[in-house]
């Protein structure tokens, strides 16, 4: 099994930033697939953005490319996601997910992923 825990999470005003953690813990995998996802009230789960174990290969959703960044630090077991230039329509519960293996695939749905950390709270105000 793996934890994953989010921190970071916070109210903001638009145009702002915030950085988005993700601590791990239990089994770790091998080249492995991390990823946040997002999900606003009424809304479906939406994916942001995803990072293989090396780091080399990463996708976004298009609403937030040129915003925000994934990287990870494999030492300390850790995601993170920056988020700049936010928007109000960026207001949700993020989750950090890991997915055990990385077949080089583009994953962007929930069902694709094996652990959800419990998520934190992004509020962007105008």
């Known amino acids: 099994q793996v934890q994953l825990v989010e921190s970071g999470g916070g109210l903001v005003q638009a145009g702002g930033s915030l950085r988005l953690s993700c601590a791990a813990s239990g089994r770790t995998f091998v080249n492995n697939l991390m990823a946040w996802f997002r999900q606003a009230p009424g809304k479906e789960r939406e994916f942001v953005a995803s990072?293989?174990?090396?780091?080399?290969?990463?996708y976004y959703t298009d609403s937030v490319k040129g915003r925000f960044t994934i990287s990870r630090d494999n030492a300390k077991n850790t995601v993170y996601l920056q988020m700049n230039s936010l928007k109000p329509e960026d207001t949700a519960a993020y989750y950090c997910?890991?997915?055990?293996?990385?077949?080089?695939?583009?994953?962007?749905?929930?069902?694709?992923?094996?652990?959800w950390g419990q998520g934190t709270q992004v509020t962007v105000s105008s």
């Open positions: 990072i293989n174990w090396s780091g080399t290969s990463t």
């Open positions: 997910v890991a997915k055990s293996s990385w077949s080089g695939s583009y994953y962007y749905t929930a069902s694709d992923y094996d652990f």
